[in-house]
């Protein structure tokens, strides 16, 4: 999850980038064992929660995700 909230940072990125960014190919694979529990958590959120299929849907960090991403960036 670390990994994904770095990936992310301050940036708003949708599913394709951040698989890119953290070097994964499988797209079931991080659906189910990145990005979904880390919005389960709460460290990211989607930019359009009310329709997740939304063509420009992108997601971003959450007040605690950001935290996480400072944390690790002092």
Do not use: W
Request: some cysteine; aromatic content about 6%.
């Amino acid at each position: 999850m670390t990994r994904l909230v770095l990936a992310i940072g301050k940036e708003e990125m949708s599913v394709k980038s951040m698989m890119e960014a953290v070097g994964l190919k499988n797209r079931p694979n991080f659906m189910d064992y990145s990005l979904t529990p880390a919005i389960r958590e709460g460290f990211v959120c989607m930019k359009y929660p009310a329709n997740p299929h939304h063509p420009r849907q992108r997601y971003l960090l959450t007040i605690k995700g950001l935290m996480l991403l400072d944390g690790n960036n002092s």
